[in-house]
T-cell receptor, first 117, second 113 residues
């Protein structure tokens, strides 16, 4: 039962263009979403997050959009750079009744982004 | 500020042996979580510790265990190793306020032969 899905295994874009990575989830209890970037044999690096009370969060070249009704989120990278080439993971977490995070992230399978010069 | 530190980085063990992996979280972070990454299953949650207590556990057999010390450092142990335990084991720490990001270490690459 995959609760977080990244349906595109790979994405290829030209330098300077927009990269759009998509993620769908099925668990309606998820209320916090994160994107991580990962290189082989290294740990994931946190990029950007969004709470379920928002529909957009921006940080420099990275913007995450959340559509709760569709249970869908996306990461936009503008402009894309060759150094952005990596595996991108979408992750989600639930909040405990007391308000703190469960500390458990549920990850999608990842999308390999290749940015060509 | 130092990041999450995992030791060792690489490990080769034989089937049937046991292994202990170590994780030092970012200073001030009290929550430590462990994940297993394999090509077929992706990143899978193992367990989470907070203030020396296991708060959450993933769907892994009892051969996988962990603990957290009073200084928030954590260890995970895998007993009776199987070939399928070969994976990248990742540790993540967080402050554990509402909606906080988890920061990952570089991982320990375990190979079981």
């Amino acid at each position: 039962d995959q609760q977080v899905k990244q349906n595109s295994p790979s994405l290829s874009v030209q330098e300077g263009r927009i990269s759009i990575l998509n993620c769908d989830y099925t668990n309606s209890m998820f209320d916090y979403f994160l994107w991580y970037k990962k290189y082989p044999a290294e740990g994931p690096t946190f990029l950007i997050s969004i709470s379920s009370i928002k529909d957009k969060n921006e940080d420099g070249r990275f913007t995450v959009f959340l559509n709760k009704s569709a249970k869908h989120l996306s990461l936009h990278i503008v402009p894309s750079q060759p150094g952005d080439s990596a595996v991108y993971f979408c992750a989600a977490s639930e909040r405990r009744a007391g308000g703190t995070s469960y500390g458990k992230l549920t990850f999608g399978q990842g999308t390999i982004l290749t940015v060509h010069p | 500020k130092a990041g999450v530190t995992q030791t060792p980085r690489y490990l080769i063990k034989t089937r049937g042996q046991q292994v202990t992996l170590s994780c030092s979280p970012i200073s001030g972070h009290r929550s430590v979580s462990w994940y297993q990454q394999t090509p077929g299953q992706g990143l899978q949650f193992l367990f989470e510790y907070f203030s020396e207590t296991q708060r959450n556990k993933g769907n892994f057999p009892g051969r996988f265990s962990g603990r957290q010390f009073s200084n928030s450092r954590s260890e995970m142990n895998v007993s009776t190793l199987e070939l399928g335990d070969s994976a990248l084991y990742l540790c993540a720490s967080s402050v554990q306020k509402s909606n906080t990001e988890a920061f990952f270490g570089q991982g320990t690459r375990l190979t079981v032969v």
